[in-house]
């Protein structure tokens, strides 16, 4: 997905820039829920691990536009059940 919206713009997929990742995650939440979008993010880490580059979704720019999108579009908090003292 990162790598072929990235042809359609004339970007390069790798090293990817900082911009490039946020601008992709920016652009894929108006039509995905923030969950899938932490999945795109972890196989843009992995691949760019993988090829020996840092990882510009590690950057400071690309966690504030996800904590932009997640507070924006609200995620589900996550309930743990209790359990209780005599089970």
């Known amino acids: 997905r990162f790598v072929a919206w990235c042809a359609e713009r004339q970007l390069a997929p790798m090293p990817a820039e900082t911009s490039t990742v946020s601008n992709f995650i920016a652009d894929r939440a108006k039509t995905h829920k923030p969950g899938t979008l932490r999945i795109d993010l972890a196989a843009i880490r992995q691949a ?27 995620v589900r908090p996550v309930h743990h059940r209790r359990q209780d003292a005599g089970q």
């Open 48 to 74: 760019h691990l993988l090829a020996g580059h840092a990882s510009p979704a590690e950057s400071q720019q690309v966690k504030m536009v996800i904590s932009g999108i997640r507070h924006e579009k609200g």
